[in-house]
C-alpha cells in the first residue's frame, strides 16, 4: 500500500519522484513555429512550480507527450449584414500521459480551448497573449486530470 502526499487537492504519491515534458509535436497546419516550445516549456514550469517532482530526462515517473492538432481563427458573432464582430482564435491538444508508478492511471487526454478577440484587431498584434490564456487553460485542466483525485 502506497502512501500520497495531499497539498491544496494535489495527489502525489510519496514513491514518485520525478517527470518529464516531451517537446511538443506540432501538426496543426498555419501554427506558429514556436508554439510547440512554448507549451512544452510552461507545462515543464507549472510541474515543477506546483509539485515536488524534479525533471528527469532519463528515467522520470510521469512523461507528458504533448501533441498541438488543432489551431484555426474562424469568424464568430456576426452582426446584421457581413460585417464579423470577433474571430476566434481554437487550440486543441492531446497528451499522451505515462505513469509509470500507476499504469493505471496512463491515458491520452485531450484538450481543446479558445479566446475570441474583435474583428477590427490584426491577429499577429493579439496572438501569443491569446495563446498564453489558451495554455493556461489547457494546462490547468491537465494538470488538474493528472495530480488531483477530483
Do not use: H
Not at 506540432?26 to 512544452?40: K, T
Not at 476566434?88 to 500507476?102: P, Q
Request: charge should be negative; include cysteine.
Amino acid at each position: 500500500m502506497s502512501s500520497c502526499i495531499s497539498f491544496k487537492g494535489i495527489n502525489i504519491p510519496t514513491e514518485m519522484k520525478s517527470y518529464y515534458v516531451a517537446d511538443t509535436e506540432v501538426s496543426a497546419r498555419n501554427a506558429p513555429a514556436e508554439l510547440g516550445q512554448i507549451f512544452s516549456e510552461t507545462l515543464r514550469k507549472v510541474v515543477q512550480t506546483q509539485t515536488r517532482l524534479v525533471l528527469d530526462e532519463e528515467d522520470p515517473d510521469i512523461v507528458f507527450t504533448p501533441v498541438i492538432t488543432r489551431y484555426v481563427v474562424n469568424a464568430v458573432a456576426p452582426v446584421e449584414g457581413t460585417t464579423v464582430a470577433f474571430n476566434r482564435l481554437d487550440v486543441s491538444t492531446s497528451i499522451d500521459y505515462e505513469n509509470f508508478i500507476d499504469d493505471t492511471k496512463s491515458r491520452k487526454l485531450s484538450y481543446n480551448s479558445f479566446q475570441d478577440f474583435e474583428s477590427t484587431l490584426n491577429l499577429q498584434d493579439v496572438e501569443f497573449d491569446l495563446i498564453d490564456e489558451i495554455f493556461e487553460e489547457i494546462i490547468d485542466r491537465a494538470f488538474n486530470d493528472t495530480f488531483t483525485d477530483w
